[in-house]
């Protein structure tokens, strides 16, 4: 898998002989964190709820395993886990990056509506997390969890408070699971990205605008780091983040959450 963006020095990080979990894999930011957990020796099972044929042959060369998961269910996560698990008998890393987003006001929100951001955006989060810890408390050794939430996870957004607020219960939710079981040598982190080029998400918000590039601008302007380098953030600068909170040089790093928003949950940036 080619690396478009960045510096992370795969050779300084050995991940050899655990095994990662990637929910929402098959695209943007969780493609990119599954491909270099894996070049750095992870076992790595990706889970999503629609698989992509052109990962086939990128991912068998890196040795990823592919599984169809509907996170909204504890059956099938707890399925997802135990499968990871069986593979060396514990599970070192879960990166919880399976999730979707809701453009709209509260009045226009529908009780199903509610409940598909939640379940995805929070109860995968809650349930993935249960059952990867019953396998990260297999010995002493612990592991390490990454929550992927967003900017929206920080500071709530007024024009998406269904899910601006179930980021935040995930940041909630990444805090206290990190003091519950730090007891247990379980880190819980989060990164909280801005608008992320190549996601599933911001494609789908740039295909309903009227135009593709005015799309792109706006999500560039409302991030002055993004602004000044005249482009969107890239999944491969969410990925290294990830790849940091899950290995050793972190190992003190837990209930952290990292902005990755070229500054855009900062405040009112300069004009």
């Known amino acids: 898998m080619k690396r478009r963006r960045g510096t992370v020095n795969m050779n300084a990080i050995d991940f050899s002989g655990r095994v990662a979990v990637v929910t929402g894999g098959a695209s943007g930011i969780g493609r990119a964190t599954a ?31 592919q599984r169809v998961c509907d996170v909204r269910s504890e059956r099938e996560l707890r399925n ?20 979707v987003g809701m453009v709209k006001q509260i009045n226009e929100v529908t009780e199903e509506d509610w409940n598909a951001c939640f379940d995805t955006n929070v109860k995968a989060a809650f349930f993935g997390c249960k059952h990867a810890i019953r ?9 390490s969890i990454v929550n992927v939430s967003s900017n929206a996870g920080i500071l709530p957004r007024a024009h998406d408070p ?40 911001i494609e789908s918000e740039i295909d309903m605008a009227e135009s593709r590039d005015a799309a792109i601008q706006r999500l560039i302007a409302a991030s002055p780091a993004a602004m000044a380098h005249g482009r969107m953030i890239d999944v491969d600068e969410i990925a290294q983040a990830v790849l940091y909170l899950v290995s050793d040089a972190a190992i003190m790093v837990t209930g952290t959450l990292i902005a990755i928003d070229g500054g855009k949950s900062l405040g009112v940036p300069p004009q």
């Open 162 to 201: 269904v899910y601006s607020i179930s980021k935040l219960a995930l940041s909630g939710l990444t805090k206290s699971l990190a003091l519950c079981h730090s007891k247990d040598r379980i880190r819980v982190n989060a990164v909280c990205p801005g608008p992320v080029g190549g996601t599933r998400m």
């Open 35 to 65: 491909g270099m957990l894996a070049e750095c020796g992870a076992k790595v099972v990706v889970a999503d709820y629609s698989l992509l044929g052109e990962n086939d042959e990128p991912f068998s060369e890196l040795g990823i395993e």
């Open 135 to 143: 396998h990260m408390t297999s010995d002493a050794r612990g592991g």
């Open 80 to 99: 997802l886990m135990d499968h990871a698990a069986s593979l060396t008998g514990r599970i070192d890393i879960l990166v919880n990056n399976a999730g």
